[in-house]
């Protein structure tokens, strides 16, 4: 797989190919962009933004275009909507050309009901349960894999491994694993079927999750695997011979349902709501984490980023852009969906393409040109990318200020003694000569400033940086008397002592 680990830079672009742009063709009207098209114009784009991987929604074979590829029929072949299995080894090989990885979406938690796919193959529950208790999945209308079977185990596992054979995928996130470890998932009582000692854990899926990872990290070292899992299981990022899941990563869907809450109340109430933006320091560093801003957020009447932000349109826009630097300082790999990055108005619709003329519009373009130079700084920098699941790396400078509604912390390299302090200011006033303690003296340079004109901001800032003082302050030696500009997220770094 391309270079990458727990202690490399993961930003995570992730795309659903049907809908990322569509083109308009003589013969066939509005259609789909090819696989080779896509190697033409998404890498390109991809690279441009400064992203380190591509995670695509699932490619492979499914009927229904409103599944967004979640209901699978054909496992081992990847969707003839954009081509040929030789057109997708392409599309993986130009990436890898280009240095990027490359992440499949991977669904082994459940099937449709087609009678083209895995249902009643062979005239029974061949790979589902005849229990509906067991084998539907209510919320989806789809079955549940019976992993219980060593065939139905063997079966997944060589589809996993087939990917990453074949197609030379550099890592596989597993859809919906909470699904997968409850037997009560989304149940009332009486609708489910205990295990074997009376409990509520899949231990046939838990055997698989475990053997699947163990022969994933085994024969192909390096590939991530990425739990898709919403509950607080324990060890899910954790080794197999520590008792835990095996997986590389594991979303954290906790902080990116906790800061959305956050970013969608008034600035003015947004100190009652403090330990929002906290909370994830509490447990960040008992998984290794991924933090996402995913498809899920942005559907089924949830609206786009920029539409949870508060406030009127420059608020909005600021808000995002402090934001997206808030999450890139604060520990985790990061991943976001498409549009996201340019701050499209509508929610996600998987028949049309991202609302690309909204670029045309300076705002958006403030936007995109921010979240192009956070991953250039972020890739540029050790700090905040190589010691993301330690508490080592990370440092508070101050998680109390609630009354200003400001958070302040350092990033720590592991390779070197650098350092990144990240102060947010998320409210829309200007903080003049606000005191930050640092752990040395010497000259910090503003490295990003998310209020800079550059980004549409309104361009308040430390004129390029500040000298440290020897003013004691948040239990540090040193500090700094910095300008918060307002809705904005600073970066500095210590430039010379």
């Known amino acids: 797989p391309v270079n990458q680990g727990l202690d490399k830079p993961v930003s995570t672009y992730e795309v659903h190919l049907g809908s990322w742009r569509k ?32 995670e695509l929604m699932p490619i492979a074979e499914h009927p229904l275009d409103a599944s967004w590829g979640y209901q699978v029929l054909g496992f081992f072949a990847p969707t003839s909507r954009f081509g040929t299995p030789e057109d997708f080894m392409y599309f993986v090989d130009k990436c890898h050309q ?16 087609d009678g083209a796919g895995l249902n009643y193959f062979d005239g029974t529950h061949l790979y589902s349960h005849a229990d509906p208790r067991q084998g539907e999945h209510q919320d989806w209308g789809t079955l549940i894999f019976n992993y219980d079977r060593s065939e139905v185990r063997t079966f997944l596992l060589s589809n996993a491994m087939f990917w990453l054979d ?13 699904s997968m470890l409850y037997l009560d998932y989304s149940r009332e009582d009486g609708q489910w079927v205990p295990n074997q000692y009376g409990g509520r854990e899949n231990l046939g899926a838990i055997s698989f999750l ?50 959305l809450n956050y970013m969608s109340k008034e600035p003015i109430h947004r100190r009652y709501h403090h330990h929002d933006m906290t909370f994830s320091l509490l447990y960040a560093f008992t998984e290794n984490f991924v933090l996402p801003l995913s498809h899920d957020e942005v559907v089924h009447g949830k609206g786009s980023l920029i539409n949870k932000m508060s406030g009127d349109e420059w608020q909005k826009f600021a808000n ?29 619709n998987f028949n ?33 990318y190589e010691d993301d699941f330690n508490w080592t790396g990370f440092t508070w400078i101050d998680a109390n200020d609630s009354e200003n509604s400001v958070f302040a912390f350092m990033r720590n390299a592991k390779s070197t003694d650098e350092f990144i302090v990240v102060v947010s200011n998320l409210t829309p006033v200007p903080r003049e000569s606000y005191r930050v303690g640092v752990p040395k003296i010497g000259y910090y340079s503003e490295i990003l400033n998310s209020d800079s004109e550059h980004y549409w901001g309104g361009n308040m800032g430390n004129d390029g940086g500040q000298g440290a003082e020897e003013v004691p302050m948040h239990g540090h030696p040193y500090s700094l008397s910095l300008t918060l500009p307002p809705l904005a997220t600073i970066m500095l770094k210590l430039a010379s002592s």
């Open 23 to 54: 083109v308009l063709d003589k013969e066939w009207g509005v259609r789909y962009l090819t696989y080779r098209e896509l190697a033409d114009e998404l890498i390109p784009y991809v690279l441009e933004m400064g992203y380190t991987h591509i």
């Open 166 to 178: 074949k197609y030379h995928i550099d890592g596989l996130r597993v859809d919906a694993v909470a």
């Open 352 to 384: 049309n393409s991202l609302e690309w003329q909204a670029l045309s519009a300076p705002n958006h373009q403030g936007v995109q040109r921010f979240v192009r130079d956070l991953n250039q700084l972020y890739k540029n920098e050790p700090a905040l």
């Open 210 to 259: 475990r053997k699947m990872n163990e022969a994933v990290h085994g024969v192909f070292p390096g590939v991530l695997t990425i739990a898709e899992e919403s509950t607080a299981w324990p060890m899910v990022s954790r080794p197999t011979y520590m008792g835990g899941l095996g997986f590389t990563l594991k979303w954290n869907m906790g902080w990116m349902h906790d800061t």
């Open 320 to 348: 995002l852009r402090a934001y997206y630097g808030f999450m890139w300082g604060h520990p985790g790999k990061k991943l976001l969906f498409m549009g996201g990055e340019f701050a499209q108005w509508q929610e996600w």
């Open 98 to 113: 280009n240095n990027l990885g490359v992440i499949l979406d991977w669904v082994p938690a459940h099937f449709p009901k």
